[in-house]
């Protein structure tokens, strides 16, 4: 479901303006515990994973992946 009102979390400045003016919706597809959304506009669409501070290495094992 796409939403377009005010997004549920609170977000530093800078990732705030570059993400507004986007439509977004929660990804619900993954079974990762961290929260996932899909913000899209006409000029593409960007994904937010969001999770607590324990689990940081597997984000950055996603990231470091991603990169490769």
Known sequence: RIMSTTFPVSLPAALA???RGSAWQADTLGESAAKVYR??????AVY??????????GLRSE??????
């Open 39 to 44: 913000f899209s506009r006409s000029t593409g």
């Open 48 to 57: 937010l994973k969001i999770c607590a501070v324990e689990p940081f290495d």
């Open 63 to 68: 990231a470091d992946a991603l990169a490769w």
């Open 17 to 19: 303006r570059r993400l």
